[in-house]
């Protein structure tokens, strides 16, 4: 157990509030508080007396506080091995005050970049001092408890309470834990903004404060965690846990439908990829017109919708089996309906921007990449052919081309308007993403006459354009740049089609 009865604390904390209710338990157990400057004010003005590390130190802070309890006294006081002699007799040799307690909250590093502060002013806010102590009280946890973060103050309070005032050492040594990951963040996040401005960032660093164990991997067999703060992004409003395969889609969904940022739009996906998308005047013409695309891969999807969820929605959703619904607010009674279903996810999505660096891990290490933040539109295509396309098929390009970005390479996209027909997903050829389009589109009904297709990559061949004309297909949009367009275009001139180029790949492996 090797209990430790509390009798002093240093506290030196930026933030004083929710101090208080941990002094008073502090006091009533009769500590002895020794503080620094602003905190002992803090402290003096609650009634509590305080030894200013200034008398332990006999320094005054220096340097516009950049050295305060930097020193020997304090850190000896901290660092010191109660058990063993040698220590004792220095501890006393040198009058250094034992220090059981260190409550350190340090200056908001990752909040003064995030305001947009001066360098000047980002530089004062690296700390040094608390950053040390809490190093310090954490490698002793042996004998000292560090409270390294605000959101702790309310568990010691019940500590102390539950144990008279004493710690144990499994308590110290979570804490201690605790204030590895505090400091380990803080120094990477000081990282991050001294190296920004080099082209090759010369490590990576990444780091994520909170954990959620998931029901399994991808697989039952398969562990999975997940790490970072959902709740930063959605309101959970119903439903099971997410689980490794969902958050997947879930990503891929938000992804999908930042495309669609006006109009109401409704994407449904599968294993990440769109079997459903559309726009329309409303969002339940929106929902039937992406349901309608492959009714059978939407059984199990995940939805999401860029508008509130109406109950006319609503009631055509809640005749579907699916995973998980992801938008932007819920009607009332839209919102009762859907949760008569207690496993259906249900999400309220927040409009936060994601991150811009994607990475992921791969053989030894880690890759990273911009985020495909590029989206073409009309204004971005180059008509590479004789005719050039009709606004109908020129709205219909534009929809392909943003379903095609998010759609695993090779593919190849069929949509009418603003819905998509069917795609071919992650196929080896894109000849072969071509006609596994073509015939799932049939398959569900669609007419492919005046439909037009998105490409993520060039045509290395003219096969393509063939098969889709023979299909019905009039417009295309794809990136160009293979040696051989022209003879694309060649087989597009030959049969009427509209060809337009955007200069921009999509490959999404
Ligand atoms: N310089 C030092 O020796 C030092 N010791 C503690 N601090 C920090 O000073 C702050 C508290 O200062 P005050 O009690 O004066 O408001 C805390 O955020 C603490 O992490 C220091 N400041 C920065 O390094």
Redesign the pocket.
């Given at each position: 157990m090797n209990t430790v009865k509390i009798k002093s604390a240093l506290?030196?904390?930026?933030y004083?509030d929710g101090l208080e209710p941990l002094v008073r338990e502090l006091q009533k157990q009769g500590v002895t508080f020794y503080?620094?400057?602003?905190?002992?004010?803090?402290l003096e003005k609650l009634g509590v007396e305080v030894v200013p590390?200034e008398t332990v130190t006999d320094y005054p802070?220096i340097f516009g506080?950049?050295?305060?309890?930097?020193?020997p006294k304090i850190f000896g006081g901290i660092l010191h091995r109660r058990g063993h002699e040698q220590d004792q007799q220095e501890l006393r040799h040198f009058q250094i005050p034992a220090l059981d307690l260190v409550i350190?909250?340090?200056?908001p590093f990752e909040e003064t970049v995030a305001s947009g502060a001066s360098e000047e002013d980002i530089i004062e806010k690296?700390?040094?001092?608390?950053?040390?102590?809490?190093r310090a009280a954490a490698k002793n946890f042996q004998d000292v408890l560090i409270v390294s973060n605000r959101e702790q103050y309310g568990e010691v309070v019940e500590l102390l309470q539950a144990k008279d005032g004493s710690t144990d050492l499994s308590d110290r040594k979570r804490f201690a834990a605790k204030a590895f990951d505090v400091s380990s963040h803080y120094d990477t996040h000081i990282f991050q903004h001294l190296s920004k401005e080099q082209e090759l960032a010369p490590a990576f660093k990444q780091s994520e404060r909170t954990s959620q164990a998931l029901r399994y991997g991808e697989n039952p067999h398969q562990a999975g965690t997940f790490y970072g703060n959902l709740d930063q992004l959605f309101d959970k409003l119903n439903g099971k846990e997410l689980s490794y395969n969902n958050l997947v889609d879930v990503d891929a969904a938000v992804l999908l439908m930042a495309e669609f940022a006006n109009q109401p739009a409704v994407a449904i996906l599968k294993h990440t990829n769109a079997c459903g998308v559309a726009v329309a005047d409303t969002l339940h013409q929106a929902y039937l017109n992406a349901l309608a695309c492959d009714p059978v891969s939407a059984f199990g999807g995940v939805i999401i919708a860029n508008k509130t969820i109406d109950l006319a929605t609503a009631q055509e959703l809640n005749k579907l089996f699916f995973e998980v619904l992801i938008a932007p607010a819920f009607d009332q009674d839209a919102l009762e309906l859907l949760s008569s279903k207690k496993n259906r996810i249900l999400l309220r999505q927040k409009p936060v921007q994601l991150p811009t660096k994607l990475f992921k891990t791969l053989l030894n290490g880690v890759i990273e990449q911009d985020k495909d933040s590029a989206t073409e539109t009309a204004k971005d295509f180059k008509t590479a052919t004789n005719r050039a396309p009709s606004p109908e098929e020129v709205e219909g390009l534009e929809f392909a081309l943003k379903v095609c970005k998010h759609t695993k390479s090779n593919t190849i996209v069929l949509a009418k308007g603003n819905q998509l027909l069917a795609s071919g997903v992650g196929q080896t050829s894109r000849v072969d993403a071509l006609r596994q389009a073509i015939e799932k589109a049939r398959s569900f009904g669609f007419d492919l006459q005046g439909a037009v297709m998105a490409s993520d990559a060039f045509f290395p061949f003219p096969d393509c354009v063939t098969i889709a004309s023979e299909a019905g297909i009039t417009a295309v949009v794809q990136p160009g740049g293979s040696i051989k367009d022209q003879d694309s275009i060649d087989a597009c001139n030959e049969r009427n089609m509209a060809m337009v180029m955007t200069g921009v790949r999509h490959f999404k492996h």
């Open positions: 506290i030196s904390v930026y004083k503080s620094t400057g602003g905190t002992q004010d803090f590390v802070s506080g950049r050295v305060k309890t930097l020193h350190v909250d340090l200056y690296i700390d040094i001092g608390g950053i040390s102590l809490i």
